[in-house]
Structure formats: structure tokens, C-alpha cells
């Protein structure tokens, strides 16, 4: 799932209607005579939308809407997007945890570490604490520590 905020999925449902009416990419000048938004607003939404794989660049100066199977979910605010991404890291982070875990459902700190920043998800060591921290808070993970270390247990 990919989430947008409003104004990029304005944006994004005028180039698919621009794209639909007339063939071909979009310009950005279309966009900003129709959206009454600022150009440097309009190219930044654009750029977005571009990382995000929603879009793709034609030519310098046109876009067209990438058809893809990815669901788009629409929140308000940029820093709702970044929650919300930060949420589907945290469940990625949480499968990739029960899955590395022993039979008593517990997982050392250093491999549960090594799996989040070099594994599939490869995190930054700041976004590693920060989902182990979350998950601690939720209560899906309690840290432990015994005699040989520390460890993490799966609660849910």
C-alpha cells in the first residue's frame, strides 16, 4: 500500500484525467492552470509521486500516471504518510522478528538487530531502535535479559 496526502492524490487523479482526455504526458503548466497551485508546488508533488512509483517521467517536461496494482491510501498531512509508513515498517519488522525467533518465542538482541538493518528491510541504525523501541511500546516485543544477554520475546 502506498500513501499519499491529498493534494499529491489531486494531483495524481488530474493526470490520470488529463492522460485519459488527451494521450500522452502531462505537463506540469496543464496542472497549474487547472489546480491554481504554484509551479514549484506542482513539480515538487510531482517529484513525489515520481518516488513513489506512481508516476513516471516521459519527456523533461511531461509525466504520465504509472498503471500499476498498488493501493493508494490518501491522509491528510505529510506527517500522517510518514506514520503511516513508519506503521508498515514496523508490521514488515514484526513478521521478519516472528520469524527468527526460537521455540519459546525469543530472539537474541544481536540477531534481531543484524536481521532489521542487514537483512530485506535494511533499516538505518535510527529507524531500527526507533521500530524496536514502537514495537516495546505496543507490546508485541518485551526485552529480557538473561544471563547470556538480551533478549527479545514476542508476545503476540
Same mark, same amino acid.
Given at each position: 500500500?502506498?500513501?499519499?496526502?491529498? !493534494?499529491?492524490?489531486?494531483?495524481?487523479?488530474?493526470?490520470?484525467?488529463?492522460? @485519459?482526455?488527451?494521450?500522452?504526458? +502531462?505537463?506540469?503548466?496543464? &496542472?497549474? $492552470?487547472?489546480? /491554481?497551485? /504554484?509551479?514549484? %508546488?506542482?513539480? %515538487?508533488?510531482?517529484?513525489?509521486?515520481?518516488?513513489?512509483?506512481?508516476?513516471?517521467?516521459? =519527456?523533461?517536461?511531461?509525466? $504520465?500516471?504509472?498503471?500499476? =496494482?498498488?493501493? +493508494?491510501?490518501? +491522509?491528510?498531512?505529510?506527517?500522517?504518510? !510518514?506514520?503511516?509508513? &513508519?506503521?508498515?515498517?514496523?508490521?514488515? @519488522?514484526?513478521?521478519?522478528?516472528?520469524?527468527?525467533?526460537?521455540?519459546? /518465542? $525469543?530472539? /537474541?538482541?544481536?540477531?534481531?538487530?543484524?536481521?532489521?538493518? #542487514?537483512?530485506?528491510?535494511?533499516?538505518?541504525?535510527?529507524?531500527?531502535?526507533?521500530?524496536?523501541?514502537?514495537? %516495546?511500546?505496543?507490546?508485541?516485543?518485551?526485552?529480557?535479559?538473561?544471563?547470556?544477554?538480551?533478549? #527479545?520475546? +514476542?508476545? @503476540?
Amino acid at each position: 500500500m502506498i500513501t499519499i496526502t491529498k !493534494k499529491e492524490h489531486i494531483v495524481l487523479d488530474q493526470i490520470k484525467y488529463f492522460q @485519459a482526455e488527451f494521450g500522452g504526458g +502531462v505537463s506540469p503548466n496543464i &496542472l497549474k $492552470m487547472d489546480l /491554481s497551485m /504554484s509551479e514549484h %508546488e506542482i513539480k %515538487e508533488i510531482i517529484g513525489v509521486l515520481i518516488d513513489k512509483g506512481l508516476v513516471f517521467r516521459v =519527456d523533461d517536461d511531461h509525466f $504520465m500516471f504509472r498503471d500499476n =496494482d498498488h493501493e +493508494v491510501q490518501v +491522509v491528510d498531512s505529510k506527517a500522517e504518510v !510518514k506514520k503511516e509508513e &513508519l506503521n508498515q515498517l514496523e508490521m514488515k @519488522a514484526f513478521e521478519i522478528i516472528k520469524n527468527i525467533t526460537d521455540e519459546s /518465542s $525469543m530472539v /537474541s538482541r544481536y540477531i534481531l538487530e543484524g536481521h532489521l538493518l #542487514y537483512g530485506n528491510l535494511k533499516v538505518s541504525t535510527f529507524r531500527m531502535y526507533h521500530i524496536i523501541i514502537s514495537l %516495546e511500546l505496543k507490546g508485541l516485543i518485551k526485552k529480557i535479559r538473561k544471563s547470556d544477554g538480551e533478549y #527479545y520475546q +514476542v508476545k @503476540a
